[in-house]
């Protein structure tokens, strides 16, 4: 077993910055890795000064380190194969769009809610590497599972389940995902992505 940690660097076309190159989605964590309350209030505070629509900050978090009981009710909605490697990480940070304004008022900036929520959640994504930690999001989450159990309002919309902790080796997950762990990381082509650009 090899205890190699993968090289995922961005291949970029272009110099971007080291922390943005870096950064990547590891499945694999040390499931005896813990993250200290200074390095979960730094992680926060990243996500709390990223922008949002009118400063309305229409964004929610439920943290909880591994061990605590916060940690297991945001484990048990998790779904699929998320349940099999995310309960290794060291902290679970459930991300939270206010979608709408409490009581009868317009919509306002919550229309952009989910937008100002991505923006705090790639800020932490950032703070966690420039910790030396990692970070894992989670679309595949029972949305109505977890507004039940945090006895959320439905204007309070779970988008994502976030892992964050130390990056292990891949040769701990099941042998199908390993090839994934390791695999060159791609995106489009900058020419697809942009529709006009003069
Ligand atoms: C909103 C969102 C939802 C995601 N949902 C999942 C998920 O449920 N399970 C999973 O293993 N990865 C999930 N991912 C991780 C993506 O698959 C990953 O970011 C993408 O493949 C790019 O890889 P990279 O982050 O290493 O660059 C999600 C990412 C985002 C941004």
Known sequence: MSTVIPDRQAVTDAPIEEILAMRWSPRSFDANAVVTDEQV????????????????QARRFIVGK????????????????NRTWAPNASLLVLAIAVVAPDGEQPLGAHRWAEYDLGQSMANLASQAHALGLHAHPMGGIDVAGLQAEFDLPERFLPVTVTAVG?????????????????AVRTRLPLDELVLVRD
């Open 166 to 182: 130390t990056v292990a080796s891949p040769d701990l997950l099941p042998e199908k995902y390993r090839e994934r762990e390791t």
């Open 66 to 81: 591994r061990g605590t009981e916060t940690f297991d009710r945001i484990e048990r909605h998790l779904m699929g194969f």
């Open 41 to 56: 209030t730094s992680l926060l505070e990243a996500a709390r000064w990223a922008a949002s629509a009118s400063n309305a």
